[in-house]
């Protein structure tokens, strides 16, 4: 199962879980191998801001605070290239993948999120 998430995110924005209300928000019956690849637009002229992710599976913090990489506009993420994170879930966990700016302007921000029982 694969979740693609394309989204502007506005200056100092947050999104608490890119999967809340979606199919693949809780892990089924088996545990089940995430991974999660982001990119960003390239920023702004004068725009030295980030973007930033927090994972979590269940209660497990997979990655805090972590800066999403920039790449060709509209383009991406690539699997060979732009993942960030992966680790195995427990039957019943929420995914939770939540973003943040720190940014001085809004960025595109593309995710690809692969879930496969295991």
Do not use: C, K
């Amino acid at each position: 199962m694969e979740h693609r998430d394309d989204r502007s995110l506005a200056a100092g924005a947050t999104v608490v879980n890119i999967l809340a209300g979606t199919p693949f928000e809780f892990v089924q019956r088996r545990p089940a191998a995430v991974i999660v690849h982001a990119v960003t637009d390239p920023p702004g002229v004068g725009d030295e801001g980030e973007l930033l992710m927090d994972v979590l599976f269940g209660t497990v913090i997979v990655a805090q605070r972590l800066p999403i990489p920039g790449f060709t506009a509209g383009q991406g993420p690539n699997r060979t290239d732009h993942q960030l994170v992966s680790g195995v879930a427990a039957p019943g966990d929420r995914i939770v993948v939540g973003l943040a700016s720190i940014a001085a302007a809004p960025y595109r921000v593309r995710t690809l999120i692969s879930i496969r029982p295991l």
